[in-house]
């Protein structure tokens, strides 16, 4: 039977099904709106509820302490900080006494609490607090008295040359980078310890009858923290126990290759036990002070805790810190990198005993910050290191200056122990402000050859470097950087990035945060970002520069005269 041309019922019956669809979509689309309206709503409440919540975060430094209480939103509510003395007994010796580094961290904690209290806050509403340090520094103590057997040695101390020429010679000495992940150097733990154990008369002695405490800078400030002898807390994080090159990567246990290298009896000394970044109950709690009863739930070398504090939680994420030296820092995922290019290998971060630990790759600057006060405190060029950026500005380049700051030698990649502090291209015509150029470029030359060794370790290029740190207040050191790298550097506008890390990985021990997704708007308004502004050629001319002064800073001292600065 021919179909009736006329008959409209399955046109109308069409039409009738795409209205009913259309009305679904609207349906759908409302439903989508709506969820996405509850969904910030409910951000928006869970960011009211963020900042009415605070943690407390002890940053130690190599020179001063800061406590900062952050809510936790990210914004820095009170703050205090305190210097405390730098000793230079002998050439080449830095250290620390540890009762006023003990004593500087309770002094912040009591002036930022009166702020805090003055903000109309109790301490009932700090709910942890998180601890980070300088890392290497060595401290022994008397485990049966409490008291410390010696100063501290600090991470930038060099008497330990001679001896470090000496493990280098010894039988397996080869192996241990891929152990530890750190080359012999002037600069782990270990050897530190070593030299104490050889040339300390009171640190020996309690070696041998067993009562020999050693720990680096959050070890002692935990242990003091939690009563001292009352609450015998001896403890370290993986980050921290990584820069003492006793620590295995993989196992994140003390290794016995390790120990039995340096002549390490673990029956005579007591090495704190390592646990997780994060970790609610294992750091223990304040015994005394305004914030009795608080618990201490994170602990993080400094630059991990800079890293943390960038959120650099993705593999190929980078930041670098211009402090008393400058450190960048790589990560490089769950799994460690051995570096064949004269970076170290280290641990980033482990926020909980249930999450793996993040690896990552570090070259470190010894001098950045610290050359700005050898300009000022040994040159007198100005009264105030803020003003290194006002002199720079007075000249338009650095003149034809190259200043190789090796005042300690050269740390990575270069690795150069028998270079001293060094400045070419001086004429009559240098200025101070030249000087203070050179100055703020050393470390950003150095920067870049990180950045290069760190692409052909991992093979990957990076696209922008995040920065913090007293230097990175300069605008002319940071634009120089981006020149000089190629790639945009990006300035948070809240500097307080290491501290902010110890707190992020305090909060993640208590559960405030449970995903790294929770934190990718921490610290991201009003960034400041610096793109290069001169040409690749230019660039690679100044850089190649740099190179050649680098080399010809080689052999300055002999190895007779750098043996006698050890003795």
């Known amino acids: 039977m021919r179909k009736n041309p006329f008959d409209m019922s399955e046109?109308?019956?069409?039409?009738?099904?795409?209205?009913?669809?259309?009305?679904?979509?609207?349906?759908?689309?409302?439903?989508?709106?709506?969820?996405?309206?509850?969904?910030?709503?409910?951000?928006?409440?869970?960011?009211?509820?963020?900042?009415?919540?605070?943690?407390?975060?002890?940053?130690?430094?190599?020179?001063?302490?800061?406590?900062?209480?952050?809510?936790?939103?990210?914004?820095?509510?009170?703050?205090?900080?305190?210097?405390?003395?730098?000793?230079?007994?002998?050439?080449?010796?830095?250290?620390?006494?540890?009762?006023?580094?003990?004593?500087?961290?309770?002094?912040?904690?009591?002036?930022?609490?009166?702020?805090?209290?003055?903000?109309?806050?109790?301490?009932?509403?700090?709910?942890?607090?998180?601890?980070?340090?300088?890392?290497?520094?060595?401290?022994?103590?008397?485990?049966?008295?409490?008291?410390?057997?010696?100063?501290?040695?600090?991470?930038?101390?060099?008497?330990?040359?001679?001896?470090?020429?000496?493990?280098?010679?010894?039988?397996?000495?080869?192996?241990?980078?891929?152990?530890?992940?750190?080359?012999?150097?002037?600069?782990?733990?270990?050897?530190?310890?070593?030299?104490?154990?050889?040339?300390?008369?009171?640190?020996?002695?309690?070696?041998?009858?067993?009562?020999?405490?050693?720990?680096?800078?959050?070890?002692?400030?935990?242990?003091?923290?939690?009563?001292?002898?009352?609450?015998?807390?001896?403890?370290?994080?993986?980050?921290?126990?990584?820069?003492?090159?006793?620590?295995?990567?993989?196992?994140?246990?003390?290794?016995k290759r390790l120990l039995d290298f340096f002549g390490l009896d673990p029956k005579k000394i007591r090495l704190p036990k390592i646990l997780p970044s994060s970790?609610?109950?294992?750091?223990?709690?304040?015994?005394?002070?305004?914030?009795?009863?608080?618990?201490?739930?994170?602990?993080?070398?400094?630059?991990?805790?800079?890293?943390?504090?960038?959120?650099?939680?993705t593999p190929g994420m980078a930041k670098n810190t211009y402090g008393t030296g400058c450190f960048l820092l790589y990560n490089v995922g769950e799994k460690p990198v051995i570096s064949k290019h004269g970076l170290l290998g280290t641990v980033g971060f482990q926020l909980g005993k249930n999450r793996k630990p993040v690896y990552a790759l570090e070259g470190s600057v010894a001098v950045a910050g610290s050359g700005v006060s050898f300009l000022m405190n040994n040159m007198g060029f100005f009264r105030d290191s803020r003003k290194v950026s006002d002199l720079a500005a007075m000249v338009p380049d650095n003149g034809g200056c190259v200043f190789v700051t090796a005042f300690s030698g050269l740390f990575a990649p270069y690795w150069i122990d028998d270079a001293k502090g060094t400045i070419f291209g001086i004429t009559q015509h240098t200025q101070r402000g030249h000087i203070a150029r050179a100055t703020m470029e050393a470390a950003c030359f150095q920067t870049k050859a990180i950045l290069d060794a760190m692409e052909m370790d991992s093979g990957h290029s990076l696209s922008q470097l995040a920065v913090d740190g007293g230097m990175s207040n300069s605008d002319i050191c940071m634009q120089t950087q981006a020149d000089i790298i190629q790639i945009p550097v990006e300035r948070p506008a809240m500097h307080e990035t290491t501290a902010l890390g110890a707190a992020i990985a305090a909060g993640f021990a208590i559960d405030i945060w449970k995903e790294f997704d929770e934190l990718k708007n921490m610290n991201r308004a009003n960034r400041t970002s610096f793109t290069p502004a001169i040409s690749r050629e230019q660039s690679q001319k100044m850089y190649k520069q740099w190179t050649k002064a680098v080399e010809m800073s080689r052999g300055w001292v002999d190895t007779k005269e750098m043996g006698g600065e050890d003795d």
């Open 11 to 255: 046109l109308d019956a069409e039409i009738e099904a795409n209205e009913e669809q259309q009305h679904q979509v609207r349906i759908h689309a409302r439903q989508s709106i709506d969820g996405e309206r509850s969904l910030l709503q409910d951000e928006e409440r869970r960011q009211d509820d963020l900042k009415d919540r605070f943690i407390g975060a002890i940053d130690q430094g190599t020179t001063s302490t800061r406590f900062i209480i952050f809510d936790c939103v990210g914004n820095p509510v009170a703050k205090y900080q305190a210097e405390y003395r730098q000793l230079h007994e002998h050439s080449g010796w830095h250290e620390q006494d540890p009762y006023e580094m003990v004593d500087s961290v309770y002094t912040c904690i009591e002036e930022a609490m009166k702020t805090f209290l003055a903000l109309g806050h109790s301490k009932s509403d700090i709910e942890a607090i998180g601890l980070t340090s300088q890392r290497e520094t060595v401290l022994c103590w008397d485990w049966e008295t409490g008291e410390p057997l010696c100063p501290s040695i600090a991470w930038p101390d060099t008497r330990t040359k001679a001896l470090v020429r000496e493990l280098k010679a010894q039988k397996g000495a080869d192996e241990l980078k891929n152990i530890c992940g750190l080359p012999l150097s002037t600069y782990p733990s270990s050897v530190s310890l070593v030299w104490l154990l050889r040339n300390n008369e009171a640190v020996k002695q309690a070696y041998e009858e067993g009562r020999l405490a050693f720990g680096t800078v959050d070890s002692w400030l935990i242990y003091n923290l939690n009563g001292g002898l009352e609450g015998r807390h001896h403890v370290t994080d993986v980050t921290n126990a990584s820069r003492t090159m006793l620590m295995n990567l993989e196992t994140l246990d003390y290794d």
């Open 279 to 313: 970790d609610p109950e294992g750091f223990g709690y304040v015994r005394s002070g305004p914030l009795e009863g608080v618990p201490i739930t994170s602990d993080l070398g400094d630059q991990s805790a800079a890293l943390v504090g960038h959120c650099a939680f």
